[in-house]
T-cell receptor, first 114, second 117 residues
Framework: DQQVKQNSPSLSVQEGRISILNCDYT??????FLWYKKYPAEGPTFLIS?????DKNEDGRFTVFLNKSAKHLSLHIVPSQPGDSAVYFC?????????????FGKGTKLSVKP | DTEVTQTPKHLVMGMTNKKSLKCEQHMGHRAMYWYKQKAKKPPELMFV???????INESVPSRFSPECPNSSLLNLHLHALQPEDSALYLC????????????????FGPGTRLTVL
């Protein structure tokens, strides 16, 4: 039973446009959410995070939105660049950070076309 | 140094072999993790070490044996593996969970691609 779901395995966007990656979760105890980016042959790289007490966190071109009632979060990338092409993983924690246990979604492969 | 390094990058082993995966970080992190990632699947947590002590073992078979000899090093000893254990093994590190009240993001290494024949 998947607790963190990324229902779109892939997404293709034109350079300069907005990329929106979605993530749904089922466990209402999740209290911290993270997005990781992964290039081939590399480990996941931390991108941005959000605590469950917030509904938005912004860092440069990246913004994460959290809708707790819908158990949904999304990552917005504006403007999208070809270098953003990678697999994006949504991850969640249900222990307030006390154990460091992250549960990952399956990932969405983003392709940004020039 | 903000890097987590893992060796080897690739490993092919037979089912009777004994091998070890190594992970190293020099960021002063006191929590280290092993994840397993199969193709087209998300990373799955295997073990967590906090202050060099095993704090989480996610029901991993005993053919995988972790070791944390000091705060910078994390090993994963492999013995009598099965072909289905072939996967990418990722190491990560962070400041200890829950230390400052803020969640401490995990930094991942590039992984070891393991093939068991």
């Amino acid at each position: 039973d998947q607790q963190v779901k990324q229902n779109s395995p892939s997404l293709s966007v034109q350079e300069g446009r907005i990329s929106i990656l979605n993530c749904d979760y089922t466990n209402s105890m999740f209290d911290y959410f993270l997005w990781y980016k992964k290039y081939p042959a590399e480990g996941p790289t931390f991108l941005i995070s959000i605590s469950s007490i917030k509904d938005k966190n912004e860092d440069g071109r990246f913004t994460v939105f959290l809708n707790k009632s819908a158990k949904h979060l999304s990552l917005h990338i504006v403007p999208s660049q070809p270098g953003d092409s990678a697999v994006y993983f949504c991850a969640a924690s249900d222990d307030g950070g006390s154990q460091g246990n992250l549960i990952f979604g399956k990932g969405t492969k983003l392709s940004v076309k020039p | 140094d903000t890097e987590v390094t893992q060796t080897p990058k690739h490993l092919v082993m037979g089912m009777t072999n004994k091998k070890s995966l190594k992970c190293e970080q020099h960021m002063g992190h006191r929590a280290m993790y092993w994840y397993k990632q199969k193709a087209k699947k998300p990373p799955e947590l295997m073990f967590v070490y906090s202050y060099e002590k095993l704090s989480i073992n996610e029901s991993v078979p005993s053919r995988f044996s972790p070791e944390c000899p000091n705060s910078s090093l994390l090993n994963l000893h492999l013995h009598a593996l099965q072909p289905e254990d072939s996967a990418l093994y990722l190491c990560a590190s962070s400041q200890p969970p829950g230390g400052s009240g803020a969640y401490n993001e995990q930094f991942f290494g590039p992984g070891t691609r393991l093939t068991v024949l």
